[in-house]
């Protein structure tokens, strides 16, 4: 018998089909028979209220999206008295299957191939299908990709979307849906455990089945997968896997740099030299420019950062070097043996004129940035306002669990080379990521 979540479940559905909403989003935990309902009971259902309707189902892999889609025509053959219809003659495939009524049921994987198909409904369930995918932002945007420039074309006017899933990122599918998308979104979120306002008028505390997985079972549960797991599969509030070195909120901002030619300035790189393409996520080479104000705060005054090939990497360097002029010292990494003295090398050769200067690269990444991350935590450091802003930020919030890393790197160098010009210094103790 349905659960008191599926009773609603089944509300939304049907508000659906009767056109009251046109775009559904379903949020439930892991094991809360949202597919059951929706993936499976659905397209059966569906087929006899419309009989002459095209549906799309996708899920994270092919393989998944046919499961459902033999379970659906399942009980279209064992159901189909009740249902008013029967499987067609040709088209029985769990993957492609159509009805006696002319309907038709597509099954595929994301960034599957849909051209040439036609839908008035698209069920899509389990768009991600492991936190590796969800962690990764190419494969985001991939997905992001996949559902604007290939299914969305495919709806015919006035089609329903419905997309189930168990939220495991702020940016995934979901959330995307919610921040950037033009149609209105109806949506409905049923954590494991109850919150304020409740769909279910369930009170704060209240597990979604309890038939099923009762408080106890659900804590145990919890304190296995973690928090930040928790929160995103179980309660559906995904949030950010920071890291705490880090006080971002420390930082602030200028309109204006200082003017004073005593105020030194150096700029540090990282290098890269790879060149982004559809299957790969490459590093930025990344350059830092740092100095400081009569008060001897730090301000990063530029960041510049590009993803090309080894000839536009040099360009980049050198056309940056002469923006800054020969008086801010340019700072390269030196990776360790005789490459890494090589390239510096050849960079003295190619910025002649300019202070090229090389540091070694030793310890961790995350002992090269405590210094600079102790003078954001003081409220020492500013940023010059400008687009680069957001992206910076962001990759200083997340280090060192960030997907990227090369701001920082280039920060870290850029204070290491300034610190000997400033006027005074002292030691801090910074708590390292405590537990």
Same mark, same amino acid.
């Given at each position: $018998?349905?659960?008191?979540h599926h009773?609603?479940?089944i509300?939304?559905l049907?508000?659906?089909?009767?056109?009251e909403?046109?775009? +559904?989003l /379903?949020?439930m935990p892991p094991g809360?028979?949202?597919s059951s309902?929706?993936s499976i009971?659905?397209?059966?259902?569906w087929?006899a209220?419309h009989?002459?309707d095209?549906?799309? !189902?996708?899920?994270?892999?092919?393989?998944l999206?046919n499961?459902?889609?033999r379970?659906a025509?399942?009980?279209?053959?064992d159901?189909a008295?009740?249902?008013?219809?029967?499987l067609?003659?040709?088209?029985?495939?769990?993957?492609?299957?159509?009805?006696?009524?002319?309907a038709?049921y597509f099954a595929?994987?994301?960034?599957g #191939?849909?051209v040439g198909?036609?839908?008035?409904?698209? /069920?899509?369930?389990?768009p991600?299908k492991?936190?590796?995918?969800?962690?990764?932002?190419l494969?985001?945007?991939r997905?992001?990709?996949?559902?604007?420039?290939?299914l969305?074309?495919?709806?015919?006017?006035? !089609?329903?979307?419905?997309l189930i899933?168990?939220?495991?990122h702020?940016?995934?599918?979901?959330?995307r849906?919610?921040a950037?998308?033009?149609d209105?979104w109806?949506?409905?979120?049923?954590?494991?455990?109850?919150?304020?306002?409740?769909?279910?008028?369930?009170?704060?505390?209240?597990? +979604?089945?309890p038939e099923?997985e009762?408080?106890?079972?659900?804590?145990?549960?919890?304190?296995?997968?973690?928090e930040?797991?928790?929160s995103?599969?179980y309660q559906?509030?995904?949030c950010?896997?920071?890291?705490?070195?880090?006080?971002?909120?420390?930082l602030?901002?200028?309109?204006? +740099?200082?003017?004073?030619?005593?105020?030194?300035?150096?700029r540090?790189?990282?290098? !890269?030299?790879t060149?982004?393409?559809?299957?790969?996520?490459p590093?930025?080479?990344?350059g830092?420019k740092?100095?400081?104000d009569?008060?001897?705060r730090?301000?990063?005054?530029?960041v510049?950062?590009?993803?090309c090939?080894?000839?536009?990497?040099? #360009?980049?360097?050198?056309?940056t070097?002469?923006?800054?002029g020969p008086?801010?010292?340019?700072a390269l990494?030196e990776?360790?043996?005789?490459a890494?003295?090589?390239?510096?090398s050849?960079?003295?050769?190619?910025?002649?004129?300019y202070n090229v200067q090389s540091?070694?690269?030793?310890?961790?990444k995350?002992?090269?940035?405590m210094p600079?991350?102790?003078?954001?935590?003081?409220?020492?450091?500013?940023?010059?306002?400008?687009?680069?802003?957001?992206?910076f930020?962001?990759?200083?919030?997340?280090?060192?669990?960030?997907?990227?890393?090369?701001?920082?790197?280039a +920060?870290?160098r850029?204070?290491? $080379?300034?610190?000997?010009?400033?006027?005074?210094?002292?030691?801090?103790l910074?708590?390292y990521m405590?537990r």
């Amino acid at each position: $018998m349905p659960a008191k979540h599926h009773r609603l479940l089944i509300k939304e559905l049907e508000a659906l089909s009767n056109g009251e909403s046109y775009r +559904l989003l /379903i949020e439930m935990p892991p094991g809360s028979a949202k597919s059951s309902y929706t993936s499976i009971l659905l397209p059966a259902w569906w087929l006899a209220r419309h009989p002459c309707d095209s549906i799309i !189902a996708a899920s994270h892999t092919a393989r998944l999206a046919n499961h459902f889609g033999r379970r659906a025509r399942g009980i279209v053959a064992d159901e189909a008295g009740l249902l008013g219809y029967e499987l067609g003659m040709h088209e029985r495939a769990g993957s492609h299957w159509s009805s006696s009524t002319g309907a038709e049921y597509f099954a595929i994987g994301v960034r599957g #191939a849909v051209v040439g198909k036609r839908a008035d409904i698209a /069920i899509i369930d389990d768009p991600i299908k492991s936190q590796v995918d969800a962690e990764s932002l190419l494969h985001r945007e991939r997905l992001w990709d996949w559902y604007r420039s290939e299914l969305y074309p495919r709806l015919k006017p006035k !089609a329903r979307v419905v997309l189930i899933m168990t939220r495991w990122h702020q940016d995934d599918l979901c959330g995307r849906l919610l921040a950037h998308a033009s149609d209105p979104w109806r949506c409905l979120r049923l954590p494991a455990f109850a919150e304020v306002e409740d769909r279910l008028d369930r009170l704060p505390g209240e597990p +979604l089945w309890p038939e099923w997985e009762d408080t106890e079972e659900l804590l145990r549960r919890r304190s296995s997968v973690g928090e930040h797991t928790w929160s995103a599969q179980y309660q559906q509030s995904p949030c950010r896997n920071t890291g705490t070195l880090f006080k971002v909120t420390q930082l602030d901002f200028v309109d204006t +740099l200082p003017t004073s030619e005593s105020h030194k300035a150096v700029r540090a790189w990282d290098l !890269a030299a790879t060149v982004e393409s559809n299957n790969n996520d490459p590093d930025w080479t990344v350059g830092v420019k740092l100095t400081r104000d009569h008060t001897g705060r730090l301000i990063v005054a530029d960041v510049v950062r590009v993803r090309c090939r080894p000839c536009d990497v040099e #360009a980049a360097v050198a056309a940056t070097a002469r923006i800054d002029g020969p008086s801010v010292p340019i700072a390269l990494p030196e990776d360790p043996g005789q490459a890494g003295k090589s390239q510096v090398s050849y960079y003295a050769r190619q910025l002649a004129g300019y202070n090229v200067q090389s540091t070694k690269e030793t310890g961790s990444k995350v002992i090269r940035a405590m210094p600079i991350a102790s003078q954001v935590s003081k409220g020492n450091v500013v940023l010059l306002r400008a687009n680069w802003n957001y992206s910076f930020i962001e990759e200083l919030r997340d280090f060192p669990y960030g997907r990227k890393d090369d701001q920082v790197d280039a +920060l870290s160098r850029a204070f290491m $080379m300034l610190a000997p010009f400033t006027t005074s210094a002292r030691s801090e103790l910074v708590p390292y990521m405590p537990r």
